[in-house]
């Protein structure tokens, strides 16, 4: 990488897959995961090149979202945006609900930031990137790193870190379809009732309090939802039965990944068994799946010096 002014000709980016709508968490918790894409941006003619997952469909214009990313870091300082070469590797499953839209948005800003001399500073990452992906779920542990909670205060938003045992594993079951979060959004109605409201709040909080003290026996309940699961239920057939699988093979608790349609499972032994009920879950209805044992991660988006030499 070589310098002027303090400004690098290039830099890259790493950034974690994170699952949002933790549980009874929709729109508001989300928890990173160690699962990595990168992002190497130079000064150069425009180009988008991209390696990974959805590189077939993955647009290579101004409408990919690295590119939304970058951009917006350099509006952010009201300074003209240069001619830039994206080079993404895609790690992150695309389109299954685990982060890979908010994990390009976010890479972009990071390297658009580092390109014009700049860090990153979360706060402003995080507004960027909530306001071009419209909720915070996903950006915020793909900024922060770990199981993030984001709520809106007016125009600006608000983190706090719910602490993980280091036990914990994510099982995910990774279909081989993609997901449309706007399909997935359509299906959910504008009002709930009170009872649905009062079932999510008591669980969202039962979730931190099971996460941050270990009440690893709590997660069964504390990952239950009504807010879209139940909804979102009638377009992923199985969803139910992949879940109970999970409890079934030994998991503490799982759900809805995103908008799906991965689905996340919590374990801490018997991962592989875990794995194995979700998938023979998912075939029985005719959904063919891969899965993937991974850790949480307390790290977000970060440079890396060159591509590759990033691993925690
Ligand atoms: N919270 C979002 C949703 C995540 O469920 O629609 C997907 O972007």
Redesign the pocket.
Known sequence: MTTQNNRPDSVSVRVPATA??LGPG??SIGIAVDLWSELTVAHGPFEVVIEGDGADVLPRDEGNLVVSGARAAYEARGAEFPGLKFRCENGIPFAR?L?S??AAIVSGIVAGFALQGDGTDPEEALELAAEI???P??VAPAILGGCQIGVKNGGGWITSQVSIPDDLHAVILIPDFVGE?SE??GV?GDEVTRADAVYNIGRAALLANALSTGRLDLLKHATEDRL?QPQRAGIYKGLNTIIKAALTGGAHGAFLS??GPSVMAFATEHEYTVAYEMTEAARLHGIDASTRVVRPTTRGAHLIESPGDGAN
């Open positions: 949002a709508n929709f729109d609900g982060g839209s908010s992906e419209g909720h779920d996903n979060t997935a959004r959910l879209h995103g908008a």
